[in-house]
């Protein structure tokens, strides 16, 4: 079974500051992981994602995460925050094709993080 | 990225009416899609997995007469909420599953907001 893990149901920082938004998963088999953010009564617009190869993936919008094994996380960062960055962002887990019989499983998100920026 | 449609966009109805919402990928095949329940403030849960030409895949706790899925083309799921309820109210998300490569990934549309009165 998986499971997603996000820490801070909200997140405030300041226009400009760099912006971390917490993610740890567990699953029995290497995951693929996911980064999506919903804007108010819209669908989940996909920022980034991890299979395989390098750790460090960067998405659209100038963010970034990085997949550590041994932590068992998946961080989102940004350098600094812009206004329109402030949204829902939620944390995703699937299982790999191999494993889920040649195709991704439904996802498994987290609880979301709710992402403030202040003037 | 891919494109995926859902229509409504919102529905109001009355309670023991069934309502159907429609989800579409615009400009790909998708063999496979999902639906998803949000309720207000909490994250999606997936409710079943739509394969087109065969049954949905229901997960646990969902009722499958009450969420009927139709999987008619490799563009079209549906899902008809049957005999709604106040409880029914949610915001209903669909997504599809793309191959990119060698993974997958699952592109989200829109959201249809159910309010049953």
């Known amino acids: 079974a998986q499971s997603v893990t996000q820490l801070g149901s909200h997140v405030s920082v300041s226009e400009g500051a760099l912006v971390l938004l917490r993610c740890n998963y567990s699953?029995?088999?290497?995951?693929?992981l996911f980064w999506y953010v919903q804007y108010p009564n819209q669908g989940l617009q996909l920022l980034l994602k991890?299979?395989?190869?390098?750790?460090l993936v960067k998405g659209i919008n100038g963010f970034e995460a990085e997949f550590k094994k041994s932590e068992t996380s998946f961080h989102l960062t940004k350098p600094s925050a812009h206004m329109s960055d402030a949204a829902e962002y939620f944390c995703?887990?699937?299982?790999?094709?191999?494993?889920?019989?040649?195709?991704?499983?439904?996802?498994?998100f987290g609880k979301g993080t709710h992402l403030i920026i202040q003037p | 990225g891919a494109v995926v449609s859902q229509h409504p966009s919102w529905v109001i109805c009355k309670s023991g009416t069934s309502v159907k919402i429609e989800c579409r990928s615009l400009?790909?095949?998708?063999?496979?899609m999902f639906w998803y329940r949000q309720f207000p403030k909490q994250s999606l849960m997936l409710m079943a997995t739509?394969?087109?030409?065969?049954?949905?895949?229901?997960e646990q706790g969902v009722e499958k007469d009450k969420f009927l899925i139709n999987h008619a083309s490799l563009t079209l799921s549906t899902l008809t909420v049957t005999s709604a309820h106040p409880e029914d109210s949610s915001f209903y998300i669909c997504?599809?599953?793309?191959?990119?490569?060698?993974?997958?990934?699952?592109?989200f549309g829109p959201g249809t907001r159910l309010t049953v009165l």
């Open positions: 997504s599809a599953r793309v191959r990119e490569g060698q993974t997958d990934t699952q592109y």
């Open positions: 699953s029995s088999v290497p995951p693929y």
């Open positions: 991890y299979t395989t190869g390098a750790t």
């Open positions: 995703a887990v699937s299982d790999p094709p191999v494993y889920s019989g040649g195709g991704a499983d439904g996802l498994t």
């Open positions: 400009d790909f095949q998708a063999t496979t």
């Open positions: 739509s394969n087109e030409g065969s049954k949905a895949t229901y």
